[in-house]
């Protein structure tokens, strides 16, 4: 405590010498000073918060160390936060439509994205996004590309970090839902993308009576072919799972490269209850003291999958069979208890740990033991399906008691790692060898994940932990019923962990993050002129400066449109009602930030055009009557200027 107050009063006194000593006398008289310790009293603020603004605060200009990129939960979307300051940087559009950044609000490139995403022949308009994971390079984040998983239907985004912008989304056919994913293998070979509730694997339907007998979970190695920055679906491979629930992934690095760890719950394999008048979910799938941990060689698994027979194709997939893959030795179970949720492998790839929902302990895994099991068939026996399972003890390093509800681990570059314990709303150091808790933090409240800065890689570098909570209650004003989400940002630089700030996110329920050191990055800040951002390449329908036109193919009006402040060229189109219009337009400036809209009232479209970009928008002009186009961006002073018409012409 004394130490606390004394950091106070010396970064009080730092801050005394910055605003120069001066107490602006005319401001004061004016109900404002610079007093810094004035002003501290008058707001109650104690020496902790006053070390924790200056721990935090960005002067204008400068920028932040890290940025964070964080689920938006059910929103669908990827949110960027700079790391101290806690501000939100951007919103990156995945699965759900965002007009302002003209993402699926109308250019053909997106249109076509979006179709091929069609999940069971429909059109999904939004995705429940949860764990991103960062590109990874020698198990360290490279920077290059982002993926991120929709659990709701489920699918991964693959997002381009040279623009920040969403570039393909990728159905699973053989999935109902997804939960594990995304993860990548250490050098972003695969993108692992794991189910979570069961559905009839090799037929269409099967009754829930026939659970045991049908329903499969499954797990996804996305094949991601980094030159084209694209996941490759034709050479991804899929392996049967049990029907257990599956749950959070994650990938062996260091001596556990090649295998990847899936929990699991309902263990039970529960159907339901209510009205079959079996036991509900809640209970039927947390009868069992263990469920078990999954256990896959994905090294092995690839050329397995490649060998001609040995994986069956279903749905356009190549699928291992469940027989398959215990008889080539690519999967292995090994209890975990209670109902887990996180499986967190450490940055030296040694161990794995995991949270047990229903359990106070987090297990430590040790991979070395694991090997050693396989290799030397040490089994306990199979589960119903065959498959093989390695004796608990035998296995595990240890537990430790943490709380009640352990959820998700991070680590730190000195050997500690800090868990998430739902129950007790709090955040717990503890120290990976010897196995001992350090210290802990409460947290408001309802914490999900945790994400520590590099916390992912082979060498973390601490420094900065968020706590991802749920539900912030009495944080900030009340806005209604339901309640922002409360990102709380901890300072671990200390022996004892240290709350620095807390910010809302009024949006989706966040779920995972990564933390990557903001000099990794090198995002392009004007695209070369007539880039297409699908492509990063040179667009078909690009229109040069003095290029402008409009031709009629047929039905078809094509408009070569340029944009440039503070005018589109041309700025009439004359279409024919029932006429298909396909606008190419290009953004001729090379300024950085100057990016213009294009919006027709009426049609449904609005496209954001950053500067050197070249989009198609097309549509048939079904409605006769005038429609004003306009400029969305306010790009300069003459701004509202940028506008004009595209006139309709009534069928005679
Ligand atoms: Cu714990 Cu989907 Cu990783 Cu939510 S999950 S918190
Ligand atoms: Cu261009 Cu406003």
Not at 293 to 317: D, E, F, S
Not at 372 to 381: L, N, P, S, V, Y
Not at 459 to 469: A, E, H, I, R, T
Request: charged content about 20%; proline content about 6%.
């Amino acid at each position: 405590m004394v130490a606390r107050r004394q950091v106070g009063l010396l970064v009080l006194a730092a801050a005394l010498a910055v605003a120069g000593a001066v107490a602006l006398e005319s401001c004061a008289g004016r109900g404002g000073t610079a007093d810094v310790g004035a002003i501290a009293r008058e707001r109650g603020l104690t020496d902790a918060d006053i070390v924790a603004a200056v721990k935090t605060y960005q002067p204008t200009g400068r920028l932040d160390e890290y940025l964070m990129f964080s689920s938006g939960g059910h929103g669908g979307q990827v949110l960027v936060i700079g790391i101290p300051s806690m501000r939100l940087l951007k919103v990156i559009a995945a699965f759900t439509p965002e007009p302002w950044q003209g993402y699926a609000t109308g250019a053909d490139e997106h249109r076509e994205m979006m179709r091929r995403a069609r999940v069971a022949g429909h059109d999904i308009t939004w995705g429940d996004t949860h764990h991103p994971a960062l590109s990874e390079t020698d198990a360290d984040y490279d920077g290059q590309f982002l993926f991120i998983g929709d659990k709701a239907n489920p699918r991964i985004a693959v997002i381009d970090l040279r623009d920040f912008e969403t570039k393909q989304l990728v159905a699973n056919p053989n999935m109902g839902t997804d939960h594990g994913a995304a993860f990548v293998t250490p050098n972003t070979e695969y993108v692992i993308e794991s189910s979570q509730y069961a559905v009839p694997l090799w037929n269409e339907y099967a009754d829930v009576d026939r659970y045991q007998q049908e329903y499969r979970g499954l797990v996804t190695f996305w094949k991601f072919d980094r030159q084209r920055g694209r996941v490759d679906e034709a050479a991804s491979f899929s392996i049967e799972l049990p029907p257990y629930w599956q749950d959070l992934a994650d990938a062996g690095k260091g001596p556990s490269a090649g295998w990847a760890f899936i929990n699991s719950f309902n263990g039970e394999m529960a159907t339901g209850g209510i009205e079959s008048r079996k036991p509900a979910f809640e209970a039927g799938a947390s009868q069992n003291d263990m469920d078990y941990l999954h256990i896959l060689n994905w090294q092995k698994a690839a050329q397995v999958a490649a060998t001609p027979g040995r994986a069956r194709m279903q749905r356009g997939q190549r699928v291992i069979p469940l027989r398959t893959a215990v008889d080539e030795g690519l999967l292995f179970l090994a209890p975990e208890p209670k109902s887990p949720h996180g499986a967190d492998v450490t940055p030296d790839g040694r161990r794995i740990v995991v949270g047990g929902k229903l359990d106070p302990h987090v297990t430590v895994y040790a991979f070395e033991k694991i090997k050693q099991a396989t290799e030397q068939r040490a089994f306990t026996g199979n589960d119903a399906f065959g498959v093989p399972i390695l004796d608990f003890n035998a296995v595990i390093d240890g537990q430790l008691e943490v709380g009640l509800g352990p959820l998700h681990t991070q680590f730190d570059g000195e050997g500690n790692a800090f868990t998430s314990v739902f129950l007790d709303t709090k955040v717990v150091k503890w120290s990976v060898e010897p196995l001992q808790v350090l210290d802990e933090i409460g947290v408001h409240y309802n914490v999900g994940h945790i994400a520590v800065a590099e916390g992912d890689t082979k060498s973390p570098d601490g420094k900065y932990l968020v706590s991802l909570n749920k539900w912030a209650i009495d944080r900030f004003s009340p806005v209604g019923p339901l309640h922002p989400q409360n990102f709380q940002l901890i300072d671990l630089t200390g022996e004892k962990m240290q709350l620095l700030y807390d910010m809302p996110i009024g949006v989706g329920e966040p779920h995972y993050a990564q933390i990557i050191k903001a000099d990794k990055l090198n995002p392009q800040l004007v695209y070369p002129v007539g880039t297409s951002p699908g492509t990063m390449a040179q667009a078909r329908d690009a229109v040069a400066g003095g290029q402008e036109r409009i031709e009629r193919r047929g039905n078809e009006v094509h408009v070569y449109m340029t944009a440039i402040r503070s005018h589109f060229n041309p700025e009439h189109i004359r279409v024919r009602q029932g006429e298909r219009v396909v606008i190419h337009i290009t953004n001729i400036e090379q300024a950085r930030e100057a990016t213009h809209g294009f919006a027709i009232a009426k049609y449904n479209i609005n496209l954001s055009l950053e500067p050197g970009e070249s989009q198609t928008a097309s549509f048939v002009a079904d409605q006769a009557g005038v429609f004003p186009f306009y400029c969305t961006e306010f790009c300069s002073a003459l701004h509202l200027e940028m506008a004009g018409y595209l006139l309709v012409e009534p069928r005679g």
